[in-house]
């Protein structure tokens, strides 16, 4: 609205004076115009990124977010593949269970494998009610923060030694 | 030795002892001035555009702390003043509040002003310019993207009747008041956004922190009357739904803002605009 009135005063002029001023085209730029230039120039000009993954620190929210993201895709392609598998595979499910029992893997290794499973479901289950509590709007203090991711680690690790050792 | 005494008012065992403690400061002012130099070091992100084929590379300075202000950027610019005056950084009133110096420091974005000097001799000080930025020199980042997206959420009083503009104030409670706070104390300086992964890799159509804590600031706002479409503006996967809850931006703001919860807060007015709406039909 303050754009239109600017460049239609600025059709005429605006005093009584010997210099006329006069401004043919209207001033302003909108904020989309003014993006679009900045993308232009930027790569048109080759300025360097400034340094970003390599230089921030790192610190325990940030860390435990991509964490989450990170049992997220894992959890997901784990359960993708399963029911892949459980489709073409053939033979039931009974074959596959002989097969494992068959291999003589050491009793740690089998609790390697089991907390490998246990420990992204639990610290997955565990942020993700963190995230959805940050949904209601609550926890955004800064210490609050720590206080839940704490809280999210030490109840994975608990759970996943727990289920391990079942 | 009387006559002083009579000009000064002073008895001559007052006078005695005045000059006894004349003497002790200028002795001990002698011996500081003898102290250790406390050298620290400062490894600086170069990059001039003006040498051709120059690849960005990091430049080490060596400061006496003794000689120096407290702050980051008495450093840079007494190494600006005293060492090499080509090095070249944004500042303006050296105290918090412009947000000019915002810049990277030992990891960390902060303003280069607030942020006190490590004495730990034995570590240098890392300062990069605001991460994922475009740099024009130095430490200088190309903030017209950023300047751009806050334009686009147009932080101004929007009214549905201008006709009463200029007449009368517009009241506000102290309750709706006291919902500002926290938020119109935004400096601009660009910290949180980019500390924000999430705005690094779209920064293109990810609005970021600051501005989205902005767009809050005016939808909360009792006098503005425009909160269902400056809402509706953000209805797009990117806009305001590419924040993830990093909670970096709250973790780096120099004025101890949380621009996460004012996020957070939009988040929940989106959920529930639309029927809020459909209910006043």
Redesign the interface.
């Known amino acids: 609205m303050a754009l239109l009135l600017r460049s239609v005063r600025l059709g005429k002029p605006l005093f009584k004076s010997s210099v006329l001023c006069f401004r043919a085209a209207p001033m302003g730029t909108t904020?989309?115009e003014?993006?679009n230039?900045?993308?232009a120039?930027?790569s048109s000009?080759n300025?360097?990124?400034?340094?970003?993954?390599t230089?921030?620190?790192w610190?325990i929210?940030?860390m435990m977010?991509i964490t989450h993201?990170g049992t997220g895709i894992g959890l997901s392609g784990a359960i993708s593949a399963f029911a892949m598998a459980a489709l073409i595979l053939p033979g039931n499910y009974t074959h596959y269970l002989d097969l494992i029992h068959s291999l003589s893997v050491g009793p740690f290794l089998i609790g390697l494998a089991k907390f490998g499973i246990a420990f992204p479901v639990s610290y997955h289950t565990y942020n993700g009610i963190r995230?959805l509590y940050?949904?209601?709007?609550k926890g955004?203090?800064?210490p609050e923060?720590y206080r839940t991711g704490y809280t999210v680690i030490g109840l994975s690790v608990i759970t996943s030694i727990a289920l391990t050792l079942m | 030795c009387s006559v002083v005494c009579d000009k000064l008012h002073l008895q001559p065992i007052d006078f005695i002892k005045k000059l006894c403690m004349a003497a002790v400061r200028y002795a001990q002012t002698a011996a500081a001035a003898a102290v250790q130099p406390r050298i620290k070091k400062f490894q600086v992100?170069r990059?001039d555009?003006d040498t051709p084929g120059d690849?960005?590379r990091m430049q080490t300075y060596e400061i006496d702390l003794n000689l120096c202000g407290p702050m980051v950027l008495d450093a840079l610019i007494k190494i600006k003043n005293e060492m090499d005056s080509t090095l070249t950084f944004r500042r303006s009133c050296r105290e918090g509040i412009c947000g000019s110096c915002a810049m990277?420091i030992?990891?960390?974005n902060t303003l280069a002003c607030l942020d006190k000097i490590d004495s730990n001799l034995s570590k240098p000080t890392?300062i990069?310019?605001?991460?994922?930025?475009?740099?024009?020199k130095d430490l200088v980042?190309?903030m017209?993207?950023f300047?751009?997206?806050y334009?686009?959420i147009e932080p101004y009083l929007k009214k549905r009747d201008d006709s009463k503009e200029g007449k009368e104030q517009y009241l506000q409670s102290v309750e709706d008041r006291q919902k500002l706070d926290g938020l119109y104390e935004c400096i601009l300086c660009a910290c949180c956004s980019t500390?924000c992964?999430s705005y690094?890799w779209n920064a293109?159509k990810y609005l970021g922190p600051a501005v989205l804590m902005q767009a809050y600031r005016w939808m909360i706002d009792s006098r503005d009357e425009f909160t269902e479409e400056r809402l509706s503006k953000l209805q797009d996967p990117f806009s305001l739904y590419r924040c993830?809850?990093?909670?970096?931006c709250?973790?780096t703001c120099p004025k101890g803002l949380?621009p996460?919860?004012a996020i957070?807060?939009i988040?929940?007015m989106m959920a529930t605009y639309k029927e809020k709406k459909a209910a006043a039909v």
């Not at chain 1, 300025?47 to 993954?53: A, D, L, Q």
């Not at chain 2, 993830?244 to 970096?248: E, G, L, S, V, Y």
């Open positions: 904020a989309k003014e993006m230039k900045f993308w120039k930027n000009l300025r360097p990124m400034s340094p970003h993954i230089i921030y620190k610190s929210p940030m977010s993201r995230h940050w949904d209601i709007g955004f203090k800064i923060v | 992100y990059w555009p690849k960005p990277n030992n990891g960390g890392k990069y310019p605001l991460p994922h930025m475009y740099v024009v980042p190309d017209s993207n300047y751009a997206q334009k686009s500390s992964p690094w293109d993830h809850t990093i909670m970096n709250t973790r949380n996460g919860k957070a807060e988040k929940k």
